[in-house]
C-alpha cells in the first residue's frame, strides 16, 4: 500500500479550473492563430499533466510506469511527424495543378 | 537440491508482486490498458487534424459547437475526478459511507455528463450533422466529431457502471483501509477519461 503524503485535492481542482477558463478566453484573444494555437494546446497538457501527476498520483509512483504512461504522447507526437509529409503534400499537389496542366498543353 | 534446480523452481514460479507496482498486478493491468486506450484516442486526434488541415471547408467548430455546454462538461468532469480521489482517500481511513457518498458522486457526475453530451447531439443532429452529412461545410467534420466524441462517451458510460458497481461493493462491506486497490484502479480509469476528454474539448471544439 502506498505511504505517500495526499495532495492538496482541491487546490489541484482549482487549478485545472483556472485553466479551464483561461482556454475558453484564449479562444476571445485578438492574436495570430498559431499563438492561440500554441497556448491552447500547451494549457491541455498541463492540465493533463497536473491530471496525471495529482489525481492519477502518477508524482507518486515509480519512474517507470511514468514512462509507460508517457509512451502514448511520444508516438501521437511521432504519428503527427509521420503524416507531416502527406499533409504537406496536399497543398503541393493543389498549388502545382494548374501550373502542370499548362505544362502539358 | 542443487542450486540450478533452485533456479529452475524460482523461475517457474510467478512472483507474488510487480516491482512496478507493488500494491497490485491489476493496477499495472489497468495502466497499460489505459496506454493502449490512449493511442486509440491519439490515432483519432491525429486522423481529425490531418483531415482537417487538408479540408478547404472545415467549419470553424467554434461557430458550430456549444463552447460553453462543453465548457461546463469538462468542469463536470474535473469535480468528478475531485470526487473519486476523495472515495479512494475516504476508504483508506476505513470511512465506507464516505467512500460510498464520494463514488456515487463521480457517478452522479459521469451520468449527468452524458446527459449533456446526448442534449448536445440531438441539438447537432436536429440541425443536419451527422455521420455522413454536415450543413456547415466538410462532411468528414461530422463522422471525426460523432466518432471521436461517441467513443469517450463509450468510456464515460463504462465508467459510470464500473463505479456504481464498485459503490455497490463499498456498501456490502468489501473493501477496507488495508484493501482498497480495485478502487484505486477503477479511479485511474475514471482520471484518464477525464484526461481524455481535456484533450477532445481543446482539439475538437477549442482549436
Known amino acids: 500500500m502506498d505511504t505517500h503524503a495526499e495532495p492538496n485535492y482541491y487546490a489541484v481542482f482549482l487549478w485545472l479550473g483556472v485553466l479551464t477558463v483561461a482556454e475558453v478566453g484564449a ?11 500554441v497556448l491552447l494546446v500547451s494549457m491541455a497538457l498541463t492540465k493533463a499533466a497536473i491530471v496525471g501527476l495529482y489525481f492519477m498520483h502518477l ?4 519512474t517507470t510506469l511514468g514512462v509507460i504512461a508517457v509512451t502514448p504522447l511520444v508516438l501521437g507526437v511521432l ?3 509521420a503524416l507531416m509529409p502527406d499533409l504537406t503534400a496536399v497543398d503541393h499537389h493543389t498549388a502545382n ?7 502539358h498543353h | 537440491m542443487s542450486q540450478a534446480a533452485t533456479m529452475n523452481q524460482a523461475a517457474a514460479v510467478e512472483p507474488a508482486e510487480t516491482p512496478l507496482t507493488p500494491e497490485s498486478w491489476g493496477k499495472l493491468g489497468m495502466w497499460l490498458f489505459l496506454a493502449g486506450d ?3 484516442f491519439g490515432a ?6 490531418a483531415l482537417r488541415v487538408t479540408s478547404a471547408d472545415w467549419p470553424r467548430p467554434s461557430s458550430v459547437l456549444g463552447i ?11 469535480c468528478s475526478s475531485v470526487t473519486m480521489v476523495k472515495g479512494l482517500s475516504a476508504i483508506k481511513h476505513n470511512d465506507r459511507a464516505g467512500a460510498r457518498n464520494f463514488l456515487l458522486l463521480t457517478v452522479l457526475g459521469g451520468a449527468m455528463f452524458l446527459g449533456m453530451q446526448a442534449y448536445e447531439w440531438s441539438h447537432l443532429i436536429r440541425e443536419g450533422l451527422g455521420l455522413t452529412g454536415n450543413p456547415f461545410g466538410a462532411s468528414l467534420f461530422g463522422t471525426t466529431f460523432f466518432l471521436t466524441t461517441g467513443f469517450h462517451g463509450c468510456h464515460v458510460f463504462g465508467g459510470v457502471v464500473y463505479l456504481a458497481i464498485m459503490a455497490t461493493q463499498v456498501m456490502a462491506g468489501k473493501y477496507s483501509s488495508t484493501n482498497y486497490s480495485p478502487i484505486e484502479i477503477a479511479g485511474l480509469y475514471w482520471h484518464f477519461v477525464d484526461l481524455i476528454w481535456i484533450l477532445v474539448f481543446t482539439f475538437i471544439y477549442l482549436l
Open chain 1, 27 to 37: 479562444t476571445f484573444l485578438a492574436l495570430p492563430k498559431v499563438l492561440i494555437g
Open chain 1, 59 to 62: 508524482k507518486f509512483e515509480r
Open chain 1, 79 to 81: 504519428l503527427v511527424f
Open chain 1, 97 to 103: 495543378v494548374p501550373a502542370a496542366v499548362e505544362g
Open chain 2, 38 to 40: 490512449a493511442m486509440s
Open chain 2, 44 to 49: 483519432l486526434l491525429c486522423v481529425y487534424g
Open chain 2, 68 to 78: 460553453g455546454l462543453t465548457a461546463f462538461m469538462t468542469f463536470l468532469l474535473i
